[in-house]
């Protein structure tokens, strides 16, 4: 496929972590990117709007000393999530930070716009679109998008409903750039399987917030832990948009999972205020349906490393057979 060879030979794992809301924060962008994946973060996880440069600066001025110390394995490039949906009302300052710091790939969401595209590439990055859907992902690249995140059924967070296998095989009858694949892929062997239909890269969140370095109170961490994909609730009450979310902690907010309202897109709000929304996902815990492999809290580093053992093992027994 036509992956970059400035990105594809950065990796010592074909995988992209996710930018999770809330929970992820330069310590862990910067323990993926050193593990040799991209790390990634939501520019709106830095509030205030000032303290998204404060980020920048560490991840930057942090990698590029390592950079230094380690010539011979560099650490993985960084991404910084933005949300285009018109309720963000920071987008052109966090854009105008990712100029200034040349941001290496910008994920955009919820909406795609050719000035975003255009203006990340004004300084040499690559944009990258989540999708839900293959009409979707057409209008992602008529407007620009270097790349498409194919966002499939038991994802975290704001997760589509289609089968991986019919979302990217649908993608690549017409579209043969960088595509990623994201729902329920925890484990070196699901890497692999993302690859082997057709994905360039893996894209996995769920899993970090069960690291050390992630911004997630314990409790949330050990909930990762300890249930699996029948603990996962699908609904679109809390942002407006469908999304994936541990049972325990709807029950634990005196809601029944079982028995939600419809939500709608009026009660998204993406925005510097953002109250709605970040206290929706501070309480009520977003997740995919690949948990089931997590087995301990770990650091970045040290579930990076059990990523590529089990990956290499997976194709090993690929090649045996």
Same mark, same amino acid.
């Given at each position: 496929?036509?992956?970059?060879?400035?990105?594809?030979?950065?990796?010592?794992?074909?995988?992209?972590?996710?930018?999770?809301?809330?929970?992820?924060?330069?310590?862990?962008?910067?323990?993926?990117?050193?593990?040799?994946?991209?790390?990634?973060?939501?520019?709106?996880?830095?509030?205030?709007?000032?303290?998204?440069?404060?980020?920048?600066?560490?991840?930057?001025?942090?990698?590029?000393?390592?950079?230094?110390?380690?010539?011979?394995?560099?650490?993985?490039?960084?991404?910084?999530?933005?949300?285009?949906?018109?309720?963000?009302?920071?987008?052109?300052?966090?854009?105008?930070?990712?100029?200034?710091?040349?941001?290496?790939?910008?994920?955009?969401?919820?909406?795609?716009?050719?000035?975003?595209?255009?203006?990340?590439?004004?300084?040499?990055?690559?944009?990258?679109?989540?999708?839900?859907?293959?009409?979707?992902?057409?209008?992602?690249?008529?407007?620009?998008?270097? /790349?498409?995140?194919?966002?499939?059924?038991?994802?975290?967070?704001?997760?589509?409903?289609?089968?991986?296998?019919?979302?990217?095989?649908?993608?690549?009858?017409?579209?043969? /750039?960088?595509?990623?694949?994201?729902?329920?892929?925890?484990?070196?062997?699901?890497?692999?399987?993302?690859?082997?239909?057709?994905?360039?890269?893996?894209?996995?969140?769920?899993?970090?917030?069960?690291?050390?370095?992630?911004?997630?109170?314990?409790?949330?961490?050990?909930?990762?832990?300890?249930?699996?994909?029948?603990?996962?609730?699908?609904?679109?009450?809390?942002?407006?948009?469908?999304?994936?979310?541990?049972?325990?902690?709807?029950?634990?907010? /005196?809601?029944?999972?079982?028995?939600?309202?419809?939500?709608?897109?009026?009660?998204?709000?993406?925005?510097?205020?953002?109250?709605?929304?970040?206290?929706?996902?501070?309480?009520?815990?977003?997740?995919?349906?690949?948990?089931?492999?997590?087995?301990?809290?770990?650091?970045?580093?040290?579930?990076?490393?059990?990523?590529?053992?089990?990956?290499?093992?997976?194709?090993?027994?690929?090649?045996?057979?």
């Amino acid at each position: 496929m036509a992956l970059s060879p400035n990105l594809r030979d950065a990796l010592s794992l074909p995988l992209v972590a996710a930018p999770m809301f809330i929970v992820s924060n330069p310590d862990l962008v910067i323990a993926q990117c050193k593990a040799g994946i991209v790390g990634s973060f939501p520019a709106l996880n830095a509030r205030p709007a000032a303290e998204l440069e404060v980020w920048l600066q560490k991840i930057t001025s942090e990698l590029a000393a390592y950079n230094k110390a380690n010539p011979d394995r560099p650490a993985a490039p960084f991404a910084v999530n933005q949300i285009v949906h018109g309720s963000n009302d920071r987008l052109q300052h966090d854009l105008e930070m990712c100029v200034k710091y040349k941001v290496p790939i910008v994920i955009t969401s919820l909406g795609a716009k050719e000035i975003v595209n255009d203006t990340v590439h004004s300084y040499g990055g690559i944009t990258l679109h989540d999708v839900i859907s293959d009409q979707f992902a057409r209008k992602a690249v008529a407007k620009g998008a270097d /790349g498409l995140i194919a966002v499939a059924a038991g994802a975290g967070g704001h997760a589509g409903t289609t089968s991986p296998f019919a979302l990217v095989q649908e993608i690549r009858e017409w579209f043969d /750039g960088p595509l990623l694949l994201s729902g329920s892929i925890s484990t070196g062997d699901g890497i692999l399987a993302a690859q082997a239909m057709g994905a360039d890269l893996a894209y996995m969140g769920s899993a970090f917030i069960a690291t050390v370095e992630a911004n997630a109170e314990q409790a949330y961490k050990q909930a990762i832990v300890d249930n699996a994909s029948a603990d996962i609730v699908n609904s679109n009450l809390f942002t407006g948009v469908h999304g994936n979310y541990l049972r325990p902690s709807i029950v634990a907010a /005196g809601m029944d999972p079982d028995n939600l309202p419809e939500g709608d897109l009026s009660t998204m709000n993406f925005g510097s205020g953002g109250d709605t929304s970040a206290k929706a996902w501070k309480d009520i815990w977003g997740c995919g349906q690949g948990i089931g492999a997590v087995k301990a809290v770990l650091p970045a580093a040290e579930l990076v490393a059990r990523l590529k053992l089990e990956y290499a093992a997976a194709r090993a027994r690929l090649l045996a057979a």
